[in-house]
């Protein structure tokens, strides 16, 4: 939506609010401050009021033709009328049971327009009284109030101040200005309007409207669709006003207010009276309003301070960066988010996941297990074929580059961990140039050949909602044998969809890192990481796929 | 004052009131846009254009001098609803009152009202009704929410942007007729 159109869309919302008469000071400070600062909004102000205008009077015009109003204009007729009026019973003014009910709107149409036109002075004089009731009455009539205005939708590790407060999905929220506390972890409201505001702790707020927050200190990150422009987040300090966008506020309890405009634009409120100021922040940009002195000052936008998405599945908290989907983590169990296990891994025997490994050669049967245990992986094989075609996915994929390996395996897929040799019961850290991989700060997923292993790239996307799959990026390593130099060779290959992205073969160069950065799409559904012998034997293949990340980028 | 110049006087009035009203009237709904109180500042204005008729010089613009009365009353009325807080302040109405002089409402030409009409032709269907229900049935926000199984803020929002759209739509139309 380019910026007339979300201007169009805030004024026309706000001037219907006006002339429904359910405008509240807020909105009516933000549309005076639209109307005094922008003279587009003044004209889209007419454009839409004429609308009203038009349409109030729409059903009028059909069935009354103006120029027939005057022609039938009498005045002897409408001062019959009032002689009438000066006689006529007193008007009662109706109880308010029966006003609630009233089609107040007709009734005005009734009295006041069509009256006016076709009596003299002194008639509208007289029914001025009659008028003023209705008005008074309609004064009375319950202005609708929306009490539940919005839902917890989720949370992670959320605690409340108050012990009592429910942290389950679909509590609603009330627009009853209470105060709440959220003393650990990280909220999600879908206000009514489908504002979303994700709040991280500590904080304090108060829910005023169904489309107002309070924040009194902590940090809220606010996502505001088309339909819910005019969102505002309230500070001590500061009013943010929402034109369309995301931005996030943070508020200490000294009263200093940061906000960060990420997309689209926000109009800033400062101070209070005469001292007060608005401003348009656009994306990209950021403002600190002082507590002290209510002045407003540029600060740097930090893209990466406010979590904007939580997901309490798997305990996701996105902060605006890319995702790395981590392949290592979910070969050790893990959700790709860092839950796996250092040192746990995948049976090239069965499929199942196993903490506790039998270290010796075996042979493989060629057969592609499913791996039921992890959502992320579709299934492991010890490759060999000999007319070179192996099936790499459980929808029959099929890698045709395949090497007629000797069918063995010795160790399984690991989430790093330690090296065992065959011929101790001795382990040492997997390290490359000197470094130790396998570690939680340095992931490795560790392949033995022979080992093949094919993800699931669908399942990841399944559970990361609004994020695209865009590619996979490791560096492919030989892990050191202190003790000499290696010249046993490994053949590797990545592949998608079965189809061959990255292959190097024979591969034995001790401390060169290659490179791997496939893209990846929508259409792709399995990614596949392969390790053979490379034709000599598996000793001292020990292939690591260092920080082996599916990377994510917010779907926009 | 005898009968025959009251009944002259009111004449007078009149024939100058009833083609100019709905543009006064106009006036102080850019100004107000809430309908009823636009309805009690037209009123007053009406009450204080009677009383001050004998002032008004024929041949000047009857309009201009009625909105000069309702802009003092206007003001008069916000600044006694002051402390409810609902009305737009005197800065906006300083800004707006020279523009809503200029303004051609819609509703005072037939060829505008046509334009409207066939804006609201081109709408689609579930947009059409809740324009019929809340315009021509005069039935309530909830009411309609009730309707179409909708929230409350939900028929705010739905509303609003038809009459953006529609304000899109007459003035893509009036220009491409050559009327702005």
């Not at chain 1, 102000?45 to 609308?51: G, R």
């Not at chain 1, 069935?63 to 204009?73: K, M, P, Q, Y």
């Not at chain 2, 006087?9 to 009203?21: A, D, Y």
């Not at chain 2, 909830?142 to 939900?154: E, M, N, R, W």
Request: aromatic share 8%; hydrophobic share 40%; with cysteine.
């Amino acid at each position: 939506m380019n910026h007339n159109e979300s201007l169009f869309a805030e004024v026309s919302y706000l001037i219907l609010l006006s002339v429904e008469g359910k405008i509240n000071k807020e909105q009516l400070e933000q549309l005076d401050t639209l109307l005094q600062t922008s003279s587009g909004a003044r004209a889209i102000y007419f454009e839409v009021m004429n609308v009203h205008l038009g349409l109030e009077s729409l059903d009028a015009v059909l069935e009354h033709d103006e120029n027939d109003i005057l022609s039938s204009f009498d005045t002897a007729a409408l001062e019959a009328l009032a002689e009438y009026e000066k006689v006529a019973p007193t008007l009662e003014s109706p109880v308010s049971e029966e006003v609630e009910d009233l089609p107040l709107r007709k009734v005005k149409r009734q009295e006041i327009v069509y009256k006016i036109n076709k009596s003299s002075i002194i008639s509208i004089l007289a029914t001025a009284a009659a008028i003023l009731c209705i008005i008074a009455f309609a004064r009375l009539v319950p202005v609708y109030k929306s009490d539940e205005v919005a839902t917890l939708v989720d949370s992670v590790a959320a605690k409340w101040a108050a012990a009592e407060m429910p942290i389950n999905k679909g509590v609603r929220f009330f627009a009853d200005g209470r105060p709440l506390i959220l003393r650990e972890g990280l909220v999600k409201l879908e206000f009514d309007t489908h504002a979303q505001v994700v709040i991280e702790s500590p904080a304090e707020f108060r829910i005023l409207t169904d489309d107002q927050i309070e924040l009194r200190y902590g940090r809220l990150y606010a996502t505001v669709p088309q339909e819910a422009i005019g969102f505002s987040v309230n500070t001590q300090t500061a009013k943010i006003i929402d034109l369309g966008t995301e931005f996030g506020v943070q508020a200490d309890i000294y009263g200093d207010t940061f906000l960060h405009v990420v997309r689209g634009r926000t109009t800033l409120i400062a101070g209070t009276g005469s001292n007060k100021i608005s401003m348009e922040v656009i994306k990209g940009s950021a403002r600190k309003v002082s507590g002290a002195t209510s002045t407003v000052s540029n600060i740097p936008l930090n893209h990466h301070l406010f979590a904007r998405t939580i997901n309490s599945a798997n305990r996701f908290v996105w902060r605006g960066e890319v995702v790395r989907f981590n392949l290592a983590d979910v070969v050790g169990g893990g959700n790709g988010l860092g839950t796996g296990q250092i040192g746990k891994g995948i049976s090239l025997t069965d499929g199942s996941c196993v903490s506790d490994f039998n270290w010796a050669d075996r042979q493989g049967n060629r057969d592609y297990w499913p791996v039921d245990a992890s959502p992320f992986v579709d299934g492991v094989i010890v490759p060999d074929s000999d007319d070179g075609i192996l099936q790499v996915s459980s929808k029959g994929h099929m890698f045709r580059e395949c090497p007629d390996t000797n069918g063995l395996y010795f160790d399984e897929i690991r989430n790093g961990g330690l090296i065992r040799m065959t011929d101790s019961k001795s382990s040492f850290p997997m390290l490359f140039n000197q470094v130790e991989y396998g570690t939680v700060q340095r992931p490795l997923l560790f392949m033995h050949s022979n080992a093949c292993i094919t993800f699931d790239l669908d399942a990841i996307r399944s559970v990361m909602p609004g994020f695209d799959v865009t590619a996979f990026r490791s560096r492919c390593v030989l892990i050191e044998k202190s003790d000499r130099v290696r010249t046993e060779k490994s053949d590797v290959f990545v592949l998608v969809n079965g189809e061959t992205k990255f292959k190097q073969v024979g591969f034995d160069q001790n401390g060169v890192a290659l490179d791997i950065d496939i893209p990846l799409t929508a259409s792709d559904h399995f990614l596949t990481l392969v390790a053979t012998d490379g034709g000599d034997s598996i000793a001292i293949d020990w292939i690591g796929f260092t920080e082996p990340y599916v990377l994510l980028q917010e779907d926009r | 004052m005898g009968k025959d110049r009251v009944n002259l006087s009111t004449k007078r009035f009149m024939s100058l009131l009833v083609p100019n009203q709905k543009k006064i009237y106009m006036f102080i709904r850019y100004l107000v846009p809430g309908r009823t109180d636009a309805d009690d500042i037209l009123q007053e204005t009406l009450t204080e254009m009677w009383n001050k008729f004998d002032d008004y010089q024929d041949g000047t613009n009857f309009v201009a001098w009625g909105r000069a009365i309702a802009r003092y009353k206007v003001l008069s009325f916000i600044q006694k609803k002051k402390s409810f807080g609902v009305h737009f302040s005197e800065k906006t109405i300083h800004f707006l009152q020279d523009e809503a002089c200029s303004v051609q409402p819609h509703n005072t030409t037939i060829e505008r009202m046509e334009t409207l009409k066939e804006c609201i032709s081109k709408l689609p269907q579930k947009q059409k009704k809740l324009l019929c229900l809340r315009y021509e049935q005069d039935m309530t926000f909830d009411g309609i929410a009730g309707q179409f199984g909708l929230s409350i803020p939900a028929v705010y929002k739905a509303i609003s942007r038809i009459h953006a759209s529609l304000a899109k739509c007459i003035r893509l139309a009036l220009h491409l007729k050559g009327a702005i």
